[in-house]
């Protein structure tokens, strides 16, 4: 069974400061992703990372797949309130048969940026 | 653009009692399943399928059911409901590797 290990699980800072989230496991993943989840809605995709080393950017939201894609990491750079929510990592299975693309979840942070 | 509908949105049932959830998506996607999401749990998988009248088990199936008849539709039959079965569901569907959508959830409690 893959786990993914996230952390923290809880986040409550300051609007303006910077904040890291951490994915890790000792499993390797096919891809890594990062979803946000508000109140009452299921989780919203915000970004895939496939390659080992690879980082993307979402305004100020950063995204690192680690070298031997088995942990990743979310830094928000001047945190808003509007971040505000429950941020999850998860891998997908490698490919082969049926379990192709299973998602693995981490245990979710939730962030609270206060104004 | 409806994307993935669940129903209903919240239900209520007395242990032993059996329920569907209902999921459909419009996107004419091959893969979807079935999530349940508790406090400090992040999100399990109970069951998915890669495509009509293809099913597998997930992390953690007992206690549910499924079929997937039509590429559109993918239920979720609780047969006998017990109090752990109280959660919130997820159904999710993806077009490739990377894109999965997520419904809206239906929150379930059994008493």
């Known amino acids: 069974t893959q786990l993914l290990e996230q952390s923290p699980q809880f986040l409550s800072i300051q609007e303006g400061e910077n904040l890291t989230v951490y994915c890790n496991s000792s499993?390797?993943?096919?891809?890594l992703q990062w979803y946000r989840q508000e109140p009452g809605e299921g989780p919203v995709l915000l970004v895939t990372?496939?390659?080992?080393?690879e980082v993307k950017k979402l305004k100020r939201l950063t995204f690192q797949f680690g070298d031997a894609r088995k942990d990743s990491s979310l830094h928000i750079t001047a945190a808003q309130p509007g971040d505000t929510g429950l941020y999850l990592c998860?891998?997908?299975?490698?490919?082969?048969?049926?379990?192709?693309?299973?998602?693995?979840f981490g245990q979710g942070t939730i962030l609270t940026v206060h104004p | 653009n409806a994307g993935v509908t669940q129903t209903p949105k919240f239900q209520v049932l007395k242990t032993g009692q059996s329920m569907t959830l209902q999921c459909a998506q419009d996107?004419?996607?091959?893969?979807m399943s079935w999530y349940r999401q508790d406090p400090g749990m992040g999100l399990r998988l109970i069951h998915y399928?890669?495509?009509?009248?293809?099913?597998d088990q997930g992390e953690v199936p007992n206690g549910y059911n499924v079929s997937r008849s039509t590429t559109e539709d993918f239920p979720l039959r609780l047969l006998s409901a017990a109090p752990s079965q109280t959660s919130v569901y997820f159904c999710?569907?993806?077009?490739?590797?990377?894109?999965?959508?997520f419904g809206s959830g239906t929150r379930l409690t059994v008493v």
């Open positions: 990372v496939v390659t080992g080393g």
């Open positions: 499993s390797v993943f096919s891809s």
């Open positions: 399928s890669v495509g009509a009248g293809i099913t």
């Open positions: 998860a891998g997908a299975s490698r490919a082969g048969g049926t379990s192709y693309g299973k998602l693995t």
């Open positions: 996107m004419n996607h091959e893969y």
């Open positions: 999710a569907s993806r077009s490739n590797f990377y894109g999965y959508t």
